[in-house]
Structures are given as structure tokens and as C-alpha cells.
């Protein structure tokens, strides 16, 4: 168990480019989770899979954010048309069958630069 | 107002004293309270969660819930300079997956 994954750890962009970020679950964690962090504040709450299903999106995940779980294992975070309000830490987090994200583990999350 | 306010400090103490971090919120809705420590550039580490109101002790810490008063405390007793981290407060609803987190408290343990 080498805990939830994330990568890349940093990554810098210019505004309106494309960017995804990868997300490896702690093995047999079945539920996995997108949050974002800016500078000062806690995490805010994107996104939540269940297995390959994406069964809950907040409305900070606007049109130009995508997320992906296929095959219930792996997860990505693509951000389309990058602007400089995008530049966060972006958090993943999984928890085991029948827990929820209280019981969650984050990763070391992707800081985002949009620069 | 936030739903969840929490003072951002800093807070500097000397090794060994008592620390008290708190958080206040605004949704009754509100089940689960957790706390998290977070390292510089790290990702947030759980330290406990509670359900509903009442106390929970883990070693040096405590958790505080108290419901009527929309009010929760994290105590570290015996503080040591490798407890200098961010704390931050979280809460949910049953059935949701949004926590809802504090802005973080920024705690210095001078040796």
C-alpha cells in the first residue's frame, strides 16, 4: 500500500492550454475523489467515482473540466482552455468499499500554475 | 459569511503547552467533523473525525463537538515542534461526499 498517487506533483501551463492530471487510488479503494485547493483555503469538493461511475460533480466542475475513471481504477482530471483562476492544488482522495470520504486518504496533489 | 469559519492564526506556542484550535459553523445539516493536518506543500492527512456530538481522544489529541453551539475544537496536548502544520476543520452531511473545510490554522511549536 503505497497510498494515493499523483501525477504530475507540478506542472506550469499557459493560459488556454490543455492539461491532465493522473490519480492512482490506494489498491481496492473503490471510491475516489477530486477536490481543489487554492492558496489560503481549505479544499473544495469537485468531484466523487464510485467504481467507474461518477455519480456526483459540484458546480465549481464547469464545462471546461473532465474527469474519468475508466474501468473503476485509475482517474483523470482534464481542464480544457486553462485560465489563471485555475492555478490551485489539485487533491484526489479514495476510501474503501462502504466508507465514505470521511474516511478518505489524499494524495500529495498536483499544484497547478497557469501562468 | 462562510459556512465554516476558522481562524487562520498564526498560532506559535512553546513546546510542550496545550493548543486549542476551533472551528464555528453555520449548517445544522452538518454530521461529520473532521480534522486534518497538513504539511507544506503536502497533501491533508486525517487526524480523527466524529460523528455527531461529543468528545474523541487519539493519543495527544482530542475532538470537541458541540452541536448546539455550531462549534468544534481540535486540543493537542503536549505539543512538539513536529505538530507545526496547517489544521484544518472539515464537515459533511450524511449521504455527501462535499466536505465542507476551514480555511486552516497555521501552528508553530517553537522548541
Known amino acids: 500500500d503505497t497510498g494515493v498517487s499523483q501525477d504530475p506533483r507540478h506542472k506550469i501551463t499557459k493560459r488556454g492550454q490543455n492539461v491532465t492530471f493522473r490519480c492512482d487510488p490506494i489498491?481496492?479503494?473503490?471510491?475516489l475523489y477530486w477536490y481543489r485547493q487554492t492558496l489560503g483555503q481549505g479544499p473544495e469538493f469537485l468531484t466523487y467515482?464510485?467504481?467507474?461511475?461518477?455519480?456526483?460533480k459540484s458546480r465549481l466542475l464547469s464545462d471546461r473540466f473532465s474527469a474519468e475513471r475508466p474501468k473503476g481504477s485509475f482517474s483523470t482530471l482534464e481542464i480544457q482552455r486553462t485560465e489563471q483562476g485555475d492555478s490551485a492544488m489539485y487533491l484526489c482522495?479514495?476510501?474503501?468499499?462502504?466508507?465514505?470520504?470521511?474516511?478518505?486518504?489524499f494524495g500529495q496533489g498536483t499544484r497547478l500554475t497557469v501562468v | 459569511q462562510k459556512e465554516v469559519e476558522q481562524d487562520p492564526g498564526p498560532l506559535s506556542v512553546p513546546e510542550g503547552a496545550i493548543v486549542s484550535l476551533n472551528c464555528t459553523y453555520s449548517?445544522?445539516?452538518?454530521?461529520?467533523f473532521m480534522w486534518y493536518r497538513q504539511y507544506s506543500r503536502k497533501g491533508p492527512e486525517l487526524l480523527m473525525y466524529?460523528?455527531?456530538?461529543g468528545n474523541k481522544e487519539d493519543g495527544r489529541f482530542t475532538a470537541q463537538v458541540d452541536k448546539s453551539s455550531k462549534y468544534i475544537s481540535l486540543f493537542i496536548r503536549d505539543s512538539q515542534p513536529s505538530d507545526s502544520a496547517t489544521y484544518l476543520c472539515?464537515?459533511?452531511?450524511?449521504?455527501?461526499?462535499?466536505?465542507?473545510f476551514g480555511a486552516g490554522t497555521r501552528l508553530t511549536v517553537k522548541p
Open positions: 466524529t460523528y455527531s456530538s
Open positions: 472539515a464537515m459533511s452531511r450524511v449521504g455527501s461526499n462535499d466536505m465542507r
Open positions: 482522495a479514495s476510501s474503501r468499499p462502504g466508507t465514505g470520504v470521511t474516511e478518505a486518504f
Open positions: 489498491s481496492e479503494h473503490n471510491r
Open positions: 467515482f464510485q467504481n467507474e461511475a461518477q455519480l456526483e
Open positions: 449548517n445544522s445539516a452538518f454530521q461529520y
